[in-house]
T-cell receptor
Framework: DAGVIQSPRHEVTEMGQEVTLRCKPI?????LFWYRQTMMRGLELLIY????????DSGMPEDRFSAKMPNASFSTLKIQPSEPRDSAVYFC??????????FGNGTRLTVT | AQSVSQHNHHVILSEAASLELGCNYS??????LFWYVQYPGQHLQLLLK??????LVKGIKGFEAEFIKSKFSFNLRKPSVQWSDTAEYFC???????????FGAGTRLTVKP
């Protein structure tokens, strides 16, 4: 089991550019979560999917953020346009219903 | 909406000291409770979990947590910390009927050798 796989590990981009973060959940898991971690706000739930369907996106900070899960093995989180305040570590996690989350290694995003 | 509060932002202890990190949640229904640990530069890992049964849960590395339903609390404890326990600790809650996992703000633990 390779665990939850996120890419890229690090992303440095300029303000205004589009950023796409990718996640491959653990095979067989039916729920997928995107979290953002910052020093100021801690770990925030952005959005989560059950069976590829977005269930709660109330944590998505602005319309600049969007997430998709076209199939059970892949999800993306897109920021367009990016801003310096989006700099954070973005974690993807997956689980089977009501079971503990398994986290990916995270993507450290720096927007200059 | 459910929320999770961790009372201590940063805890500094000497090796062999006892540890207790507070966690309170606000949710009226049945919940599942978790503690995750994040070592410096790493991703979050599950430390222990409570679903039902014995409210005293034992996890890895000598950690335990006690679920007190009347206090909506799930405090993490360890009798004797080690330098290698230096990490950030997150309490998390999800309701029994869905997967809406909410995390506390985290508590940074620094253990001095």
């Amino acid at each position: 089991d390779a665990g939850v796989i996120q890419s890229p590990r690090h992303e440095v981009t300029e303000m205004g550019q589009e950023v796409t973060l990718r996640c491959k959940p653990i095979s067989g898991h039916n729920s997928l979560f995107w979290y953002r971690q910052t020093m100021m706000r801690g770990l925030e739930l952005l959005i989560y999917f059950n069976n590829n369907v977005p269930i709660d996106d109330s944590g998505m900070p602005e319309d600049r953020f969007s997430a998709k899960m076209p199939n059970a093995s892949f999800s993306t989180l897109k920021i367009q346009p990016s801003e310096p305040r989006d700099s954070a570590v973005y974690f993807c996690a997956s689980s089977q219903t009501s079971l503990p989350l398994h986290f990916g290694n995270g993507t450290r995003l720096t927007v200059t | 909406a459910q929320s999770v509060s961790q009372h201590n932002h940063h805890v500094i202890l000497s090796e062999a000291a006892s540890l207790e990190l507070g966690c309170n949640y606000s949710y009226g229904g049945t919940v599942n409770l978790f503690w995750y640990v994040q070592y410096p530069g790493q991703h979050l890992q599950l430390l222990l979990k409570y679903f039902s049964g014995d409210p005293l849960v034992k996890g890895i590395k000598g950690f335990e947590a006690e679920f007190i339903k009347s206090k909506f609390s799930f405090n993490l404890r360890k009798p004797s910390v080690q330098w290698s326990d230096t990490a950030e600790y997150f309490c998390a809650v999800n309701s029994y009927n869905n997967n809406d996992m909410r995390f506390g703000a985290g508590t940074r633990l620094t253990v001095k050798p």
